[in-house]
């Protein structure tokens, strides 16, 4: 397939680097901007044989197949609209939207005309999430009590992020997306997501906008998933996941501490995306590109296209972690727990089930078996009638 590309900044390089290196049958073609010279610059960057500054000439280009959208958030909804109008396949890029109403919008805009709707939310495809999904759903570390994402750094390379317009708000929408999917995704997307308590702040930047900020998501199961998300870290890029279950944990280091370490007096250049210096101890990674998923979910979204079904993270995707965000900024300003409130929700209606307790025998439940430091197994046992705890030594 021949692919468009519209915008040219930060992340736009990154999809032309992951497209040029992916399936090799798929090919950008095109390339849009608002800048005249920005656009050159990209196009001939990349040896793309077309660049434009208006944006419906680059979605109906006849060698346009596909359009991948990396603009920023306050002009996705046009982008879409304009490729559901040239009915061209259409790759957006994280927040779908600034709110869920402008998600929702794009979403129906897209089912209806019978586009292709991709979310591009790499973060849930790296191979190490991918790895711990595959574990999750086969059983290894039992039901999911709780997921955690975090995602930190000193904050975005465009100017467009700090203007709370054009971006719908600061690290929550910025960082929050992808925490909030990774969890969705720990936990199990069918499960509704019912309310969210959130605190955010602005601690360190002189913006509209919050750079800090910590949030809890309350699901149908009773599971909890937790955000950690900031512009204020200093160090670098910060990713970790982890997840509890009820027969194990999953822990996972996506970025700043990947088994990669050098020490350079600052003659190398670049080390890695949100590196803040050249020089000391740093932490590079061995393929940027790879191991933030972005192979991964191009290789997902153009094998979905040809087999005509859902990928991994579609539009509807985009709509409920926006339904999410909407309600932890709303905490934000109350101070309480605030309903997700979703107009076309798709998965189950489950509510959290009352008893997951493990039964020992016909009378007890077993709370916990343990290994004592002298050998000895010792079993800590509920009544079920009375309610009374005893301990055994097995």
């Not at 975005?156 to 997306?177: M, R, T, V, Y």
């Not at 800590?380 to 301990?391: A, C, S």
């Amino acid at each position: 397939m021949n692919i468009a590309i519209l915008g040219t900044g930060f992340i736009a390089r990154f999809y032309a680097d992951a497209l040029q290196s992916q399936r090799r049958k798929d090919v950008v073609r095109v390339a849009y901007s608002r800048n005249e010279a920005r656009a050159k610059k990209f196009a001939d960057d990349y040896h793309l044989p077309y660049y434009f500054t208006d944006i419906n000439e680059a979605v109906s280009h006849p060698e346009t197949d596909v359009v991948v959208i990396a603009l920023p958030n306050n002009l996705h909804e046009e982008a879409v609209l304009a490729c559901v109008k040239a009915k061209k396949h259409v790759l957006c890029t994280k927040p779908l939207g600034r709110t869920a109403a402008e998600a929702k919008r794009m979403l129906e805009a897209v089912e209806n005309a019978g586009v292709f709707g991709g979310y591009l939310e790499d973060l849930c495809y790296t191979p190490k999430f991918l790895k711990s999904c595959e574990s999750i759903r086969a059983g290894s570390i039992g039901r999911i009590l709780w997921a955690k994402s975090r995602e930190t750094h000193p904050g975005p390379h465009s100017e467009w992020f700090w203007d709370k317009a054009q971006s719908g708000g600061g690290a929550i929408i910025d960082l929050g997306c992808h925490c909030v999917e990774i969890s969705r995704n720990f936990i199990g997307k069918n499960t509704r997501p019912i309310e969210v308590m959130c605190w955010a702040d602005t601690q360190v930047h002189p913006i509209e906008a919050e750079d800090h900020a910590i949030g809890l998501v309350k699901y149908a199961d009773g599971a909890i998933g937790q955000f950690e998300v900031s512009w204020a870290f200093r160090g670098g890029m910060d990713l970790r996941d982890e997840v509890m279950g009820t027969e194990g944990t999953i822990w996972l280091n996506g970025f700043l501490r990947t088994g990669f370490e050098m020490f350079s007096t600052g003659k190398g250049g670049y080390v890695a995306e949100k590196s803040e210096t050249d020089s000391g101890w740093l932490f590079p990674v061995g393929d940027e590109v790879h191991d933030l998923g972005y192979s991964n979910m191009f290789t997902d979204m153009f094998d979905a296209i040809e087999a005509n079904r859902q990928p991994r993270e579609s539009f509807y995707d985009g709509y409920i972690v926006n339904c999410i965000l909407d309600a932890a900024y709303l905490s934000v300003k109350t101070r309480a727990w605030e309903p997700v409130k979703i107009d076309d929700w798709r998965g189950n209606d489950i509510a959290a089930t009352t008893s997951h307790f493990i039964n020992y025998d016909n009378e007890h439940y077993l709370i916990k078996e343990e290994i004592l430091p002298d050998g000895k197994k010792i079993l800590i046992l509920k009544h079920q009638q009375t309610g009374e705890v005893t301990r055994k030594q097995s």
